[in-house]
């Protein structure tokens, strides 16, 4: 059984039945609902199974109410590796990546479709839809299959045919949209509303953010609860930024850290940076942001749902947006799978470009220890690459 947990609203703090099935808050407007655990200092470290390989090894944090409802393919507990050869060429004391790719379906969705679709099953869904720029598709497929439960897939027509193939392997229908994932989310309000579907849209319901945040919770653990000076995450939706920073303060309320004075930087591409846009002040908000298609196909979120959770993160943690173009994605690709023999998802090989940037403007000093969350592997990208 997990923690005690309740179900609130963001912006209003209204509450919700965990027992009933929820999506986002109808009070005040369209706000994330949240899960808020009962965590004190006396929660002890051995609260983690520590027997457990997967991003499980954290299911007392988790709001899954009963075990048997669990469905998992193994995701999480992904290695953090040292890129020392970047390291040394960029004049780093410690560079380190946080490498998704070894997640089920190849990326981080993995974590938080796992724990969504296990509390469907839970609450006793039969289909779930979700808009996608590719990733997230294929690991709703996966864990819809595990789980007996229909899945509805709708994605931009142009994405690569590697996400479309793996969709349909595991059983999803799947629906091309010409336009972005904010053109496949209308699809999938107009589905849902006719049909009854479950929508698991990024932050439009409470679970996939709690599968998320078990990044931050093995960035302390296998760092030895010494937590990085800068974390740079590839922010399109934003779930993994705001699930990170989550769990630092979970972990912070129970004293299993002290301070949290990690700079957490959102990375986009210049050819949709909608957050970027609004936390330098050249918009109120995303709402009437027109965004292009990008290589890096997860980035390609014009209207980020939770974008105000995004810059309450970046506000906490000093942090800052920042922007790359598609010239620097590639070239970033390369250099990463010449020197450290990684080929990394176009969203994490952006983050290099960035760091580049945020050296030569001085904020990322080079004896900072710096993290970079590389979210999925780039083999299924490879038909849009020339090497």
């Known amino acids: 059984m997990p ?18 099935l929820n999506s986002f808050c109808t009070q005040c407007g369209k706000s994330p609902i949240t899960v808020h655990f009962d965590l004190t200092p006396s929660t002890a470290k051995n609260s983690i199974l520590s027997n457990v390989r997967s991003m499980w090894r954290y299911g007392n944090f988790l709001p899954l109410l009963d075990e048997n409802n669990r469905i998992t393919l193994g995701e999480g507990w992904t290695p953090i590796l040292h890129l020392s050869r970047l390291a040394e060429r960029l004049e780093l004391n410690e560079l380190i990546i946080k490498d998704e790719s070894f997640n089920p379906t190849g990326s981080f969705k993995a974590r938080g479709l796992s724990m969504a679709i296990s509390k469907a099953k839970e609450l006793n869904v039969d289909a779930c839809i979700v808009p996608t720029a590719g990733n997230a598709g294929g690991a709703l497929s996966a864990y819809c299959a595990k789980a007996a439960i229909k899945s509805i897939v709708v994605m931009p027509r142009h994405t690569p045919e590697a996400f479309k193939k793996e969709c349909k392997a595991f059983g999803a229908e799947l629906i091309l949209v010409d336009g972005l994932i904010n053109d496949c989310a209308k699809v999938v309000a107009e589905l849902k509303k006719d049909n009854g579907y479950f929508d698991i849209s990024t932050m439009k319901e409470p679970y996939r953010l709690e599968g998320k945040k078990t990044l931050g919770y093995e960035i302390a653990e296998q760092l030895d609860w010494k937590l990085p000076d800068v974390i740079l995450y590839p ?8 699930g990170i920073w989550k769990a630092f303060k979970e972990m912070q309320s129970m004293g299993w850290i002290k301070d949290v004075q990690t700079k957490m930087i959102a990375v986009q591409a210049d050819n949709c940076k909608p957050l970027v846009d609004t936390f330098n002040g050249l918009q109120l908000n995303s709402s009437g942001y027109q965004g292009s298609p990008t290589i890096a196909n997860g980035l390609a979120v014009p209207h980020p749902f939770a974008e105000k959770m995004m810059l309450d993160v970046l506000k906490q943690s000093k942090g800052l947006a920042i922007s790359v173009s598609e010239k620097e994605i590639v070239t970033s690709v390369k250099e990463i799978a010449a020197l450290e023999g990684m080929l990394v998802a176009p969203e994490g090989a952006a983050l290099l470009a960035a760091l580049k940037q945020l050296l030569k403007n001085g904020e990322v000093r080079r004896d900072e220890k710096i993290l970079l969350l590389n979210t999925g592997s780039c083999y299924k990208y490879l038909d849009s690459f020339e090497f």
């Not at 963001?10 to 919700?16: A, D, E, I, R, V």
């Not at 922010?235 to 705001?242: E, Q, S």
């Open 235 to 242: 922010a399109g939706g934003g779930t993994g930024l705001i």
């Open 3 to 20: 923690i005690n947990y309740e179900l609130r609203c963001y912006s209003c703090n209204y509450m919700y039945d965990k027992n009933q």
